[in-house]
């Protein structure tokens, strides 16, 4: 007699939205108190210099303080974009006034156009990103990436320390000075919680670099733990850097959503190459452990030996 075995169904339906995010669907201006005038700069005072980067909703640019000297990345958000990404851009204002650390990109004012567009003066990182600096020059060796996870992970444990849940953590927004310091940036996404031990269940954040428990959070009790989440999307960025191409994938392969999500949820973890040190193996199996309450913490791991 055949064994019928019943077949186990992922729920992919997608969470509610927080209830900040369950707002009207058109564009708003920021409110004129949301936002103490001691950040306030003038748009007189800032010279652009050129374009840094620019998506469907945001522009970044270089600019030049004109009283000062000082050069800066300045945000632009467009007057026409939606309610949602205008929320997302004074989320990112509110988490970076409040924070500061040297491994978090450093806030320094906002203005708001009579016209709605919305801008962030941040701190210049003259490299770019880690996404581009391997693009442009390669893949990182195990020395260069120790350098990086130490100063991400003393980021992330700040953050985390101040109850700030990054939930965004990879190559594009891990920026880089001159000096080669790589610090955290674009808080779009992130969640302040309210309590110690606050579930999070948001679905957000870019799908590669998810971990298990967010795609599938009905196998973890319905929520998620946001501060493990963002150690296994810091492991998957460190073996993204180290190979060349995202994990999951073969080199080429475009990113899909379905792929991804099946080989995250029910595949084993990713393995390194054999060229890589049994420090490195070590360090990268404690970010992507699938159990996400077993687990590495940042300030766990930057005792590890990888890092020394």
Known sequence: ????????????????????ERRPRFPLPLPPSATPKADAISPADIEKLQVLGHGNSAT???VRDKRTSTVYALKVVHADTDAATRRQVRREMDILRQTDSPHVVRYHGFFENPSGEVAILMEYMELGTLETLMKSKGTFSERQLAKVAREVLSGLSYLHAQKIIHRDIKPSNLLVNKNMEVKI???GVSKVMCRT???CNSYVG???YMSPERFDPDSYGGNYNGLAADIWSLGLTLFELYVGHLPYLQMGQRPDWATLMWAICFGDPPTLPDTASDHFRSFIGSCLIKDHTLRSTASHLLTHPFLS
Not at 1 to 18: D, F, G, I, K, S
């Open 1 to 20: 007699m055949a064994v019928v075995r019943q077949r186990r169904h992922l729920n992919l339906r997608l969470p509610l939205p927080e209830p900040s």
């Open 197 to 199: 031990l606050e579930a």
């Open 60 to 62: 970044v640019y270089k």
């Open 185 to 187: 940036g674009d808080f």
């Open 206 to 208: 870019t799908c590669a």
